[in-house]
């Protein structure tokens, strides 16, 4: 498998756990304000391959605890399966970080317990779903089943949104709200401006705008923070 990416250590991408990144390239969404614009094309510039990684993973076994799986969008990639089983031989825990769109995927890896942890992406309110990820039409309907999943408690998990001023406001965390209501874990992620982001021209809100978003899921979910 090719890798486009590899961070070899962080306290801050699986939550708890000393880990390593591993960036996979390919993404079914085109979201303006995306970090990693350069790995969206499966075909993006691979810096290493399995059996690399494998061997970075069997030296580094006494200093890691985890590894985090993403992306672009991880579940694209028809080996996924073969990668995380390798990884789980060598007696590590699985994060994956993912968009949503492949539920049939993240079922059977969640069933056959090849991941520990998920982060899913909230891009908007179901209504600007569409814009929020580079459409202008989406079929919001396999979004809505990983949701529905995860919120069936089989994994631990979290849900998460990039606030971007240009994509987001109030409106848009009183239709989250209800949306993802019962959820363990509601992230807000504080936009930033990088080179790498697709589109120019994006801001973020301050802190006291992303604390009052905050407040407006706050009732629904069983605990939520902001990130940056």
Known sequence: MKI?????????????????????GGCDFRCPFCH??????????????DVELMDF????????????????????RKDIEDLLVKIKELGYLVKLDTNGNNPELLKRIVE???VDYVAMDIKNSPERYAV???FEDFDLSKVEESKNFL?????????????????????????????????????LQTFVDREKVMFGGLSAYDKEEMEA?????????KAIDIRG
């Open 4 to 24: 486009q990416g590899l961070q070899k250590m962080t306290l801050l991408d699986f939550p708890g756990k000393v880990a390593c990144t591993v960036f996979l």
């Open 36 to 49: 990693n614009s350069d790995i969206l094309s499966m075909d993006s510039e691979a810096l290493l391959d």
């Open 57 to 76: 993973l069997e030296k580094r076994k006494n200093l890691l605890e985890g590894v985090a799986i993403t992306g672009g969008e991880p579940l694209l």
């Open 112 to 114: 056959r317990k090849l």
């Open 132 to 134: 929020t990820i580079g």
């Open 151 to 187: 919120l069936t408690g089989q994994v631990e998990y979290e849900f998460r949104t990039t606030v971007v001023k240009e994509f987001h406001d109030a409106d848009s965390f009183k239709e989250i709200g209800p949306w993802i209501e019962g959820a363990e874990k509601y992230f």
């Open 213 to 221: 978003f905050a407040d407006i899921v706050s009732p629904y979910v």
